[in-house]
């Protein structure tokens, strides 16, 4: 029998599984790759969501998001493309789009109209309030120099400005300047390596070491190929071996120990609404 995790216990007694979310965030993925696959835009699963395509052909049991990736310029082509061909039971929120987003989070959320979360971290929550659903993240990977004389002093300098940016953003100050600056030096950090053999996480996503980057081959990720995941296909690096390797960690296979098995990001939910049950 399978383990069961559970994120909430309503006043009744009924639960939330992280099942139940992730049947509703797959909603999200589905859909998503169908604009991704009519529109020829190249992403991959990102994270946690690869790691659980291969270790457990979908979600990880306990694992209650949900990320894909994609190159700059396929960002830059999908946000064209979401404005025209998103379903209207979902919203996107970027910076691009709305100067209130808080640029150090992932690029984009695609968020699912009439659900509502409230996540851990509430020092980043959403600035965006159309809409609090649940959501899939979206990651821009970019061009990276593998020198970390050349890497690493653009991302402790980033690193400082994240800082700064969610200080403001918690003192309620919405931080323009600062934040497309935060973005300015990322997409200029990737202008200058444009012809690296090297690719990974654009600078603005700032929650690992400076000196502990994550790096790939170019040609580690693509071309890209599909794998199962919750018995559909999507896409994933070309070697994902390697790509885990390196996102990961060399032992991406092992279980983590029963105490570390947990959902890690969900403070509050509801799949049947816009805000708290009551």
Not at 80 to 103: A, R, S, W
Not at 114 to 138: M, P
Not at 251 to 267: G, Q
Request: with cysteine; glycine share 6%; charged share 30%.
């Amino acid at each position: 029998m399978k383990e069961e995790y559970i994120i909430k216990t309503r006043k009744d007694g009924s639960k939330i599984t992280v099942r139940d979310v992730q049947d509703s965030l797959l909603d999200i993925l589905i859909d998503v790759d169908k604009i991704c696959r009519e529109n020829n835009i190249k992403y991959i699963l990102e994270g946690g969501t690869a790691l659980g395509a291969i270790r457990h052909k979908g979600f990880i049991p306990w694992d209650d998001d949900l990320d894909i990736a994609m190159m700059r310029d396929e960002y830059n082509k999908f946000i064209k493309v979401l404005e025209k061909k998103l379903p209207d039971k979902y919203v996107f929120h970027c910076y691009d789009k709305n100067k209130k987003y808080n640029v150090t989070i992932p690029a984009m959320k695609i968020r699912k109209k009439n659900t509502y979360i409230k996540e851990v971290n509430t020092l980043l929550g959403n600035k965006c309030k159309d809409c609090d659903g649940i959501f899939l993240d979206v990651f821009i990977y970019d061009y990276v120099n593998k020198h970390k004389i050349i890497d690493v002093p653009f991302r402790i300098i980033s690193g400082l400005l994240m800082i700064i940016i969610n200080l403001f953003e918690n003192l309620k100050i919405n931080p323009i300047p600062l934040k497309s600056l935060y973005v300015g030096i990322a997409k200029f950090y990737g202008k200058i390596n444009k012809k690296s053999k090297y690719i990974g996480y654009d600078l603005t996503w700032n929650f690992n070491s400076p000196f502990k980057s994550r790096i790939f081959k170019y040609d580690d990720v693509f071309p890209t190929k599909y794998a199962e995941f919750e018995h559909h296909m999507f896409s994933m690096p070309n070697n994902y071996d390697a790509f885990l390797r390196a996102d990961i960690g060399e032992d991406y296979m092992i279980l983590p120990p029963k105490n570390k098995r947990f959902a890690k990001h969900t403070l509050d939910i509801n799949l049947n609404g816009p805000g708290p049950e009551d």
